[in-house]
Structure formats: structure tokens, C-alpha cells
């Protein structure tokens, strides 16, 4: 539970429920709005997913075949707040085609998000000759934050990669945007999941 605090004056509760099975891990998510008044509410996920080969060895981010199925990435400025909206196509960070990530940085929110027939918008990550692992979200999840770690320390940096499902960006209490407000005794809720595939 949130209790209502300064800068956040709404007390809202949050669940969680972790369902293992051998398709993989199934999360779901709500949140409910326990006070008297409206309250503006976003969640988001953050699993680190590590890549691993043929050969047994964990992937580096430069050599992931990553996919992204989102016609859209928010630009930011100095601080990571969102200033607008920017197609992919034609660009380094369009993958929505898989390729190689390379010597690219990730630090960027996707919107516009593919969606398969079931609504599941799908993130994979995959590397050549080895298996490969997917990220998939519900329509509540409108948002994917991809982090390939380079502000990490050098242990950490590179060696594994973030896909954010997130039901709003960054900044969202200002701008609005995907932001829920939930009436008293209203609830939200959304599923993601991780799903392997062995090479």
C-alpha cells in the first residue's frame, strides 16, 4: 500500500501476482484507489532479461537481436523527461524488424505498440544459434522502456538488457500522458509475462 504522502497526497493499494508455469512467468498487476478522492495512478515493471548462447555464455547487449514492435520512441532531454514524440522509421532505433543491437545506447520509452491477435504487444530478445526470451503485455501496457544498462557500473554495464512494460512514461503526473485517475474504490490492472524459448 501508498499511504498518502507529501507530493502524493492518495492512498492507493498495489497487487501483485506471480503465476510459474512452463511457458514461463505470467505477472499481474492492479492497483486500487483506497482513499476519498481521485487519484492519478501509473505502474510500470522493470525486469533485467540476460541473453545467453549456443555455447552456454552470457550475451553482451552488443550482440542481442532485439525486436520492438513500436512505431513510435519519446525523445527526452537532460534529465530523462519525455519532450515529444518521435517516429522510428528510418531510424537507429527502429527495431521493428530484429537486428543486432550493436554499439547502440538504450534509454528509450516505445509507444504506438504492435499488437498480435490476442492484444499482446511482444518484445524479443534473441541471439544467433541460442535461444531467445519475450516480453509480452496486455493493452494496459502501453509503454515499453527498453535500458541497455550503459549508466550502470562497469560489472554491470551492457551484460544484460531491460524491457520495461509501463502503463505511462516517465513524467506522466505532469503531462498527462496514459495517466489512469481512478475513482474512489476504482481499480486498474494489466498482465505481462516472460516467455523462453530454448535454441
Do not use: K
Not at 177 to 184: A, Q
Amino acid at each position: 500500500m501508498l499511504r498518502a504522502q507529501s507530493g502524493y497526497p492518495f492512498t492507493v493499494g498495489f497487487a501483485a501476482e506471480y503465476h510459474l508455469a512452463d511457458d514461463g512467468l505470467t505477472v499481474t498487476m492492479t492497483a486500487t484507489n483506497l482513499g476519498s478522492q481521485p487519484a492519478p495512478v501509473g505502474m510500470g515493471a522493470h525486469p533485467y532479461l540476460t541473453t545467453v548462447g549456443a555455447d552456454g555464455a552470457t550475451v553482451r547487449a552488443d550482440d542481442v537481436e532485439l525486436t520492438v514492435p513500436a512505431a513510435t520512441r519519446l525523445e527526452t532531454d537532460d534529465r530523462s523527461i519525455p519532450t515529444g514524440a518521435r517516429a522510428v522509421a528510418g531510424e537507429p532505433f527502429d527495431f521493428r524488424r530484429p537486428r543486432l543491437v550493436g554499439s547502440l545506447a538504450l534509454d528509450t520509452c516505445y509507444t504506438d505498440l504492435d499488437r498480435d491477435p490476442d492484444g499482446r504487444a511482444r518484445v524479443r530478445l534473441g541471439t544467433p544459434g541460442g535461444g531467445s526470451v519475450t516480453v509480452w503485455m496486455d493493452e494496459t501496457w502501453r509503454y515499453v522502456q527498453v535500458f541497455t544498462g550503459d549508466t550502470l557500473g562497469p560489472q554491470e554495464r551492457r551484460r544484460r538488457i531491460a524491457v520495461e512494460p509501463l502503463t505511462c512514461p516517465a513524467n506522466a503526473f505532469n503531462s498527462g500522458d496514459g495517466l489512469r485517475v481512478l475513482e474512489p474504490a476504482a481499480s486498474v490492472g494489466g498482465t505481462w509475462g516472460i516467455h523462453p524459448t530454448r535454441a
